[in-house]
Structure formats: structure tokens, C-alpha cells
């Protein structure tokens, strides 16, 4: 147990809705990462923020927006949902913002499943 | 990006070390060399870490060559339990973690 949760775990949805996933650091971990899963494009990080403020940004697409709470918790919000958004999304933290030494924990996913 | 190279697959016997390769031949001087699993339907998990010295922990030890263009995850006696992906990254491009293709190990019992 890496100490990162993720709600909920299954989500099945219809194509062009909207859905939101939650995810909960580690006791004292300020970063959260969300990455996304796919079986043609692997593990492609999404965007990243610390203590409440966004820090990078990767393959994120314009319909998919993020944020971080002051309690810390993290939700990814997908919006205008397509087939080939169906994937894992993975969240994960870490103490600091070093991607060179800090060690990120990953929660155990959300499965989306767009119909 | 600095890129790494892992072979697709590899195959141990339960109780054998494993030995996991990673090229990286356009490492910079500051980047860390970080090594992550995924076990089936779970998310990724951290492995190990380092930068120029080899590293052990209670999971692994990270073999990293003098010039640093390479490196070997290490695996004392592989168990059914460590059959994963394993992920060798370069941290270096702010925070993300850039993952690659990684390594199948299959363990046989």
C-alpha cells in the first residue's frame, strides 16, 4: 500500500460526458502527478502540481483539466469524454517538486471505460 | 529527452538473480537513474535510485557503469511476486517521469 488512494476505482461512462477522479496523497507529500495508461501509448504523464499550484505539464489535452485543493487532494476532470479516452489514470506524489530525487508513490488507478 | 534502451522481455527461474540491463548513452551529468515495476493491475512502484555510485536497498541493487551510459538492476533470487514490468528512467526534465516501453519479466517457477 503506497499510501496514495484514488476514487473511484471503475468508471464506465458514455461518450461526450464528463467525469471526475479523485485522488488523495500521501500523508505529507505536497506534489501530485496524474499520468494516464493506455495499451497503444503506455504510461504518459499528464500534469503535475504542488501545493495547490500547477508545476508542469505534459500530454494533457485541452478537454481534460486539473486541480489541487488546500487539503491537498487532487481531481482530474475529463470532459467531452471519447472512446480512445478510455484508459488507467493514475495519480501518484511525492515530498517535494525534485523530479531528480524525489521517489513518486503511485495509487492503485481509476479504469475508465467510455462507451 | 535523454533516452533509455530496455530489451522488451526476459525470462528467470524462481530463486535465480536477475540481471535487468538499461543503455542510456545521452545520461547528463546530473540526471538520476530511477527504476520502477508495475505488477499487474497495479499502479507503478518505486524500485531504487542513483546517480553514480551503486546503490543497494531491501528490494534491489543498482549496478551503474563507470561512464554512467548504462546500468543493471539487480534481483538477488527472483520470486514469483517480482513478474512485473520494470521501468529504467532518467529524471532529469523537471518532475515527470518519462516512461519507456520497460521489461517483461517473466519469473518461472
Known amino acids: 500500500d503506497s499510501g496514495v488512494t484514488q476514487t473511484p476505482k471503475h468508471l464506465i461512462t458514455a461518450t461526450g460526458q464528463r467525469v471526475t477522479l479523485r485522488c488523495s496523497p500521501r500523508?505529507?507529500?505536497?506534489?501530485v502527478y496524474w499520468y494516464q495508461q493506455s495499451l497503444d501509448q503506455g504510461l504518459q504523464f499528464l500534469i503535475q502540481?504542488?501545493?495547490?499550484?500547477?508545476?508542469a505539464k505534459g500530454n494533457i489535452l485541452e478537454r481534460f483539466s486539473a486541480q489541487q485543493f488546500p487539503d491537498l487532494h487532487s481531481e482530474l476532470n475529463l470532459s467531452s469524454l471519447e472512446l480512445g479516452d478510455s484508459a488507467l489514470y493514475f495519480c501518484?506524489?511525492?515530498?517535494?517538486?525534485?523530479?531528480?530525487?524525489?521517489?513518486?508513490?503511485f495509487g492503485p488507478g481509476t479504469r475508465l471505460t467510455v462507451l | 529527452d535523454a533516452k533509455t534502451t530496455q530489451p522488451n522481455s526476459m525470462e528467470s527461474n524462481e530463486e535465480e538473480p536477475v540481471h535487468l540491463p538499461c543503455n542510456h548513452s545521452?545520461?547528463?551529468?546530473?540526471?538520476?537513474i530511477h527504476w520502477y515495476r508495475q505488477l499487474p493491475s497495479q499502479g507503478p512502484e518505486y524500485v531504487i535510485h542513483?546517480?553514480?555510485s551503486n546503490v543497494n536497498n531491501r528490494m534491489a541493487s543498482l549496478a551503474i557503469a563507470e561512464d554512467r551510459k548504462s546500468s543493471t538492476l539487480i534481483l538477488h533470487r527472483a520470486t514469483l511476486r517480482d513478474a512485473a514490468v520494470y521501468y529504467c528512467i532518467l529524471s532529469w526534465a523537471g518532475n515527470m517521469l518519462t516512461f519507456g516501453g520497460g521489461t517483461r519479466l517473466m519469473v518461472k517457477p
Open positions: 545521452t545520461i547528463s551529468g546530473t540526471d538520476y
Open positions: 501518484a506524489s511525492s515530498v517535494g517538486t525534485s523530479g531528480r530525487t524525489d521517489t513518486q508513490y
Open positions: 542513483g546517480l553514480t
Open positions: 500523508s505529507g507529500d505536497l506534489s
Open positions: 502540481y504542488y501545493n495547490g499550484e500547477e508545476r
